[in-house]
């Protein structure tokens, strides 16, 4: 630490294809950490390792006293980089090792909230394509998707059986194994979530606790689902707060602060529901490390309330960083 100015390490990229959505949100928050007056160093991740400004370096040589994690995917947002933070003893904003690869994995994370009582859409798990017959008995439509991966890549809605096996040539392109979920028509929102101690609102410090953000309503103006096309080019539109009554509003708002507790999570993280037609939230993702990017539904949400997402980084790299000097004392 230099003159006492702390240095944040943003870390970029990563290993999928989500790689240039996360370079888009580590240059969001370089910009928000660099504006609040840390010394920030943003490090491009890839196969080839870590790299500032070209040259490939090594993290524990930085003098980082904070590392912000925007990777989404692999291998940011599976617990691979939480684990070498942790191995380094480094304070870092990412969820911990095992809480990052279960969210990551939506066949097993959905099975933990479905036993809590969380509603969760009926899926199954695959690591071939079983043949149409195999979902004579579904609901359609459904939707084929990796089961670890993120941004809506390899996502298939599929109306008619006919169309399952492309569906599942396009999830396999993405990884290896396959989630098939029967559909839920209805509204899509997003409800976005922190733990802090620090109130925005009031600019008090109370006791630390999840607090839910605000809740987003996603309508894609072309094709029927918030694809990837929808999310990053535009091909949606995003309304802040959500037009649903005040009463659902507060359930999705419980709901989304206990999903965050009973899964020990960490930093900014955002959950995804579709309302269906009972006007009862149905639970689809947990996204354990929300995009950032101009493009992304966190800064709307951090806009709509008024705060500032400077002061909200700022705010949680600093609780981090007193939380890992209490565990290490």
């Known amino acids: 630490m230099e003159n006492g100015v702390k240095t944040v390490v943003v870390l970029a990229g990563g290993y999928s294809s989500e790689h240039e959505i996360s370079l888009a949100s580590g240059q969001t928050a370089y910009a928000a950490f660099e504006s609040a007056g840390y010394r920030t160093l943003f490090v491009k991740v890839d196969r080839s390792g870590y790299s500032l400004e070209g040259k490939n370096v090594r993290l524990e040589e930085l003098g980082a006293d904070y590392i912000f994690n925007s990777i989404h995917g692999s291998p940011g947002e599976d617990g691979h980089i939480s684990g070498v933070l942790e191995l380094l003893n480094l304070p870092h904003s990412t969820c911990p090792t095992f809480q990052s690869a279960l969210t990551f994995n939506k066949a097993q994370c959905n099975a933990v909230l479905r036993d809590a009582g969380i509603r969760v859409p009926k899926g199954q798990l695959f690591n071939v394509f079983p043949?149409?017959?195999?979902?004579?008995?579904?609901?359609?439509?459904?939707?084929?998707?990796?089961?670890?991966?993120?941004?809506?890549?390899?996502?298939?809605?599929?109306?008619?059986?006919?169309?399952?096996?492309?569906?599942?040539?396009?999830?396999?392109?993405?990884?290896?194994?396959?989630?098939?979920?029967?559909?839920?028509?209805?509204?899509?929102?997003?409800?976005?979530?922190?733990?802090?101690?620090?109130?925005?609102?009031?600019?008090?410090?109370?006791?630390?606790?999840?607090?839910?953000?605000?809740?987003?309503?996603?309508?894609?103006?072309?094709?029927?689902?918030?694809?990837?096309?929808?999310?990053?080019?535009?091909?949606?539109?995003?309304?802040?707060?959500?037009?649903?009554?005040?009463?659902?509003?507060?359930?999705?708002?419980?709901?989304?602060?206990?999903?965050?507790?009973?899964?020990?999570?960490?930093?900014?993280?955002?959950?995804?529901?579709?309302?269906?037609?009972?006007?009862?939230?149905?639970?689809?993702?947990?996204?354990?490390?929300?995009?950032?990017?101009?493009?992304?539904?966190?800064?709307?949400?951090?806009?709509?309330?008024?705060?500032?997402?400077?002061e909200v980084l700022s705010r949680l790299a600093e609780e981090h960083m007193a939380a890992h000097k209490e565990k290490n004392s």
């Open 131 to 310: 043949g149409t017959t195999a979902f004579k008995h579904w609901r359609f439509p459904v939707f084929v998707k990796p089961n670890c991966a993120g941004s809506s890549y390899g996502v298939s809605r599929v109306e008619e059986p006919e169309q399952l096996e492309a569906a599942f040539t396009y999830a396999f392109t993405e990884g290896a194994q396959i989630l098939v979920e029967e559909g839920v028509t209805g509204k899509e929102v997003g409800c976005g979530v922190v733990r802090t101690a620090f109130n925005f609102d009031t600019k008090s410090i109370e006791s630390e606790q999840s607090r839910a953000i605000a809740i987003t309503e996603i309508v894609p103006t072309e094709g029927a689902f918030f694809d990837y096309e929808a999310k990053y080019k535009g091909k949606s539109q995003e309304i802040t707060p959500a037009r649903i009554s005040v009463a659902l509003s507060t359930k999705i708002e419980a709901t989304s602060e206990r999903v965050y507790d009973l899964l020990n999570l960490k930093g900014i993280v955002r959950m995804d529901y579709i309302i269906d037609e009972n006007e009862a939230p149905v639970l689809i993702e947990v996204n354990s490390i929300p995009g950032l990017s101009p493009a992304s539904i966190i800064p709307q949400q951090v806009a709509s309330r008024d705060w500032s997402l400077k």
